[in-house]
């Protein structure tokens, strides 16, 4: 069953403006120790795709912290919520921490999607609860009540 869902859509110019004011701290303070490992790399190498992959991950912990409802309070912090990839590409959420116990507890999945154009970036992300074994077994059938 669906608990909540999430949109944003970010301006990359926005981001650049917040890197150029405040330097590397302001992409730690959004960006897990990965996802800052991965940014600087990129930044490295090709400026834009790090401006690229700082705005989608921006806009991804932004759906998610609106998906699960709570904005950003604690336990939803930047840092606890990275966007990985599955090999086939895919992006996924990994939690860490008290925002992990906290998400699991409530017995939830997320999906999210990011990307970005031009000078956007957007993501949505949908979160369910988990269904258990005994919502997932199949009713039973009107044969076995049979006088």
């Known amino acids: 069953m669906i608990y909540g ?10 981001i650049q403006a917040s890197l150029e ?3 590397e701290r302001f992409a730690a303070k959004v960006l897990s120790d990965a996802e800052l490992a991965t940014w600087k790399a990129r930044s490295a190498r090709w400026p834009e795709r790090g401006l690229r992959y700082l705005a989608t ?8 912290s ?19 990839k599955l090999p086939s590409g895919q992006p996924v959420i990994v939690l860490h921490g008290g925002l992990k ?8 999945q997320a999906h999210i999607t990011v990307t970005d154009e031009s000078e956007y970036a957007a993501s949505f992300c949908v979160v369910e609860t988990r269904q258990t074994s005994a919502e997932l077994a199949p009713p039973p059938s009107a044969s076995s009540h049979a006088p």
Request: aromatic content about 10%; overall charge positive.
């Open 5 to 14: 869902i999430g949109t944003d859509i970010c301006d990359i110019r926005r």
């Open 21 to 23: 004011r405040h330097g």
């Open 57 to 64: 991950r921006f806009s991804a912990k932004e759906a998610f």
């Open 66 to 84: 609106k998906a699960i409802g709570l904005g950003m309070r604690m336990p939803m912090t930047w840092r606890l919520c990275e966007i990985g």
């Open 101 to 108: 116990e906290w998400f699991e507890a409530k017995g939830l």
